[in-house]
């Protein structure tokens, strides 16, 4: 049991580097950079799920509230929006925090009682309409301004490598506001409920233009990392291709020389970037891991599995298990939003239409469940192994059909069909892996390691 923890790293690198070879350096670096976002946000999950037994069904929706925070952090200020709705904006905010406010008051001064109910119907009643009142012309301008470009507020024209943490931050608010409501419900509520409001999360943020584009989507954010462009133009970067190909380059005419030479550094542009995202992403990932190892090893994290593996025995000795949830939840949650806003700094762009809650929610929880939740380093394998498999099951799919059917005509049906079918492979692949895991190593790949 010792080495296989080894072994499957090695595995695992092993078929990155067969990509490499056999199909591109530029697609396996790509497979590696997601496959780091990915061990984060099975990090994340495997908070919840592995050291508290929390049902998270609403994954997405912290992702793109990390997605959304990497838009309001980087992208700078539209004046324009702002001068025609900005304040009548702040004022429906102020507004709705104004009848919040007066709400609380009400009930802590107020016995409960006839007239506190209708009290308190007139107080929410009069902010609604005073919030609607400034809100619906301010979102009206502020989306007619050329909407093809922009069309909203834009955010604060930061460096992007910020939104990370704010991502997490948000993530995590959003993840306290969610437990104040649903982590007293048991756990298959629970699920249904994280669900819903992923559900309502993704709704808003297709639909309000003025704070996202919608389904308009942000193209063209920063960047913490150089653009191909700029090190192509670079005569230290080119100087530094032509060096590590001199032996190529050498036996060339010179005007076939200058033609492979830029090609080159086109190649190794794209190369550079992708290794600038793997070391960034890297620093990211092995911090979070060293993190949740040593917080899983603590007083702390002993504490979080008495309370999965037995929440009344766990009350019984004086813990607050729905605290500790709350807190757990936050935690897995702020990991998540950070992933989140990796991916959309990866991506250079947001597109809120891409969050599917049940298809690639249930692709992180395959992470969790094959690599072995509660083993964070297995949470992480999960991650690179699901989405290998994810991205490389449909040429693979492709390889084998065209095996399968080399035989038959051209224009065969059958063999048209089952060509237009190597697409499906990817989820053929993924419920076939999780079969074999659930029944070989039903804990998963590298399962939660117990002390007696």
């Known amino acids: 049991m010792s080495m296989r923890a080894p072994i499957l790293v090695l595995i695992m690198a092993a078929l990155i580097a067969v990509v490499g070879m056999g199909q591109s350096w530029s697609v396996a670096l790509a497979i590696l950079n997601l496959g780091l976002v990915s061990a984060v946000m099975a990090l994340g999950l495997n908070i919840q799920w592995g050291y508290a037994g929390l049902f998270n069904a609403g994954v997405m929706g912290f992702a793109a509230l990390g997605g959304i925070s990497a838009v309001l952090v980087s992208v700078s200020p539209v004046g324009e929006a702002w001068s025609a709705g900005g304040v009548r904006l702040l004022v429906a905010v102020l507004a709705v925090a104004v009848t919040v406010g007066a709400v609380l008051w009400l009930r802590s001064r107020v016995a409960p009682g006839r007239a506190r109910n209708w009290l308190t119907a007139v107080i929410v009643l009069a902010g609604f309409a005073a919030y609607r009142f400034f809100f619906d012309p301010a979102v009206e301008a502020i989306e007619a301004v050329d909407p093809a470009r922009t069309g909203f507020l834009g955010g604060l024209g930061l460096p992007i490598i910020f939104s990370w943490i704010i991502g997490g931050a948000v993530a995590a608010a959003g993840a306290w506001l969610i437990g104040r ?43 913490p990392v150089p653009y191909e462009i700029d090190l192509q133009a670079s005569e230290r970067f080119r100087t530094w291709v032509a060096s590590l190909a001199e032996r190529e380059l050498a036996g060339l005419e010179p005007a076939l020389r200058d033609d492979r030479l830029q090609q080159l550094v086109v190649d190794a542009s794209s190369l550079a970037v992708k290794l600038c995202y793997t070391g960034l992403f890297l620093v990211v990932l092995v911090i979070l891991f060293v993190l949740c190892q040593r917080a899983l090893s603590s007083p702390w994290g002993r504490m979080m599995r008495a309370i999965r593996d037995n929440e009344a025995a766990a009350a019984a000795m004086g813990k607050d298990v729905t605290f500790r949830h709350r807190e757990v939840f936050i935690l897995g949650s702020a990991v998540i939003g950070i992933a989140g806003a990796m991916l959309v700094t990866l991506d250079g762009q947001f597109t809120p239409g891409t969050y ?25 394998l999960g991650g690179f192994l699901i989405w290998f498999l994810w991205i490389e099951a449909e040429p693979v799919g492709l390889w084998f059909m065209e095996t399968v059917t080399s035989g038959l005509a051209a224009d065969s049906a059958l063999r048209l069909h089952l060509l237009d079918a190597a697409p499906h492979m990817r989820l053929l692949m993924m419920g076939l892996l999780l079969l074999l ?11 939660e390691k117990t002390r007696r």
């Open 181 to 223: 409501i649903a982590l007293g419900l048991r756990s298959d509520y629970l699920a249904i409920a994280t669900l819903g409001i992923s559900e309502i999360v993704i709704a808003i943020l297709k639909n309000e233009d003025w704070l996202t584009r919608g389904v308009k989507n942000v193209t063209g954010l920063d960047r």
């Open 356 to 380: 599917n809650p049940l298809r690639f929610t249930f692709l992180v929880w395959v992470m969790v469940i094959v690599g072995g939740s509660g083993n964070n380093l297995g949470a992480v």
């Open 437 to 447: 895991v659930l029944r070989f190593s039903p804990r998963g790949l590298l399962p």
